[in-house]
T-cell receptor, first 116, second 113 residues
Framework: GAGVSQSPSNKVTEKGKDVELRCDPI?????LYWYRQSLGQGLEFLIY????????KSGLPSDRFSAERTGGSVSTLTIQRTQQEDSAVYLC??????????????FGPGTRLLVL | AQSVTQLDSQVPVFEEAPVELRCNYS??????LFWYVQYPNQGLQLLLK??????LVKSINGFEAEFNKSQTSFHLRKPSVHISDTAEYFC???????????FGTGTKLQVIP
């Protein structure tokens, strides 16, 4: 399929462990977003990548969270020393140019993270 | 900075009854507005959006939303709901010229047979 894919779909980890979440955006989409969806909290913006520009990291909740995007395509969200409050569904979305605002975001199915 | 308020976390409604899901926003600049829908066990997908022009926008499945600049609202309505409309609905705002989108906390629409 040509949609946004994320892996793994589910991840169970122990408190204190590091986790990596992967996102493959739609081919040709230069903008990529990470969100966190917690019960009753809606979608919380984490980070935004646009082409080769510096990412907007203003939503990352702590320095335990980081993300990178290699080759302008695949992105990895890393959470170090996981805490129980990190348990949530992590969503990735991508959108296409012209990127003047108003573009539709296409979401992946999410990664459900459970920290024990 | 911008924000989105969806006051109703859950809205139960009987099948074939009308429904309105409320969305209010605040922004210091002009905005684009969106409604996204998340069906059970599925990802988010765009339902409709307002960019410019007519303030009334419609989706293919009978929903419509009207941009009201004076009241800073973008309420979602449907005159007659179906069981298949059961989902969570998210309002979102995007300042003109920027790509960052702010989402509301979502409204769960439960259609009762």
């Amino acid at each position: 399929g040509a949609g946004v894919s994320q892996s793994p779909s589910n991840k169970v980890t122990e408190k204190g462990k590091d986790v990596e979440l992967r996102c493959d955006p739609i081919s040709g989409h230069t903008a990529l977003y990470w969100y966190r969806q917690s019960l009753g909290q809606g979608l919380e913006f984490l980070i935004y990548f646009q082409g080769n520009s510096a990412p907007d990291k203003s939503g990352l909740p702590s320095d335990r969270f980081s993300a990178e995007r290699t080759g302008g395509s695949v992105s990895t969200l890393t959470i170090q020393r996981t805490q129980q409050e990190d348990s949530a569904v992590y969503l990735c979305a991508s959108s296409s140019p012209p990127l003047a605002g108003g573009e539709t975001q296409y979401f992946g199915p999410g990664t459900r993270l459970l920290v024990l | 900075a911008q924000s989105v308020t969806q006051l109703d976390s859950q809205v139960p409604v009987f099948e074939e009854a009308p429904v309105e899901l409320r969305c209010n926003y605040s922004s210091s600049v002009s905005v684009y507005l969106f409604w996204y829908v998340q069906y059970p066990n599925q990802g988010l997908q765009l339902l409709l959006k307002y960019l410019s022009g007519s303030t009334l926008v419609k989706s293919i499945n009978g929903f419509e939303a009207e941009f009201n600049k004076s009241q800073t609202s973008f309420h979602l309505r449907k005159p007659s709901v179906h069981i298949s409309d059961t989902a969570e609905y998210f309002c979102a705002v995007n300042p003109l010229g920027y790509q960052k989108v702010t989402f509301g906390t979502g409204t769960k629409l439960q259609v009762i047979p």
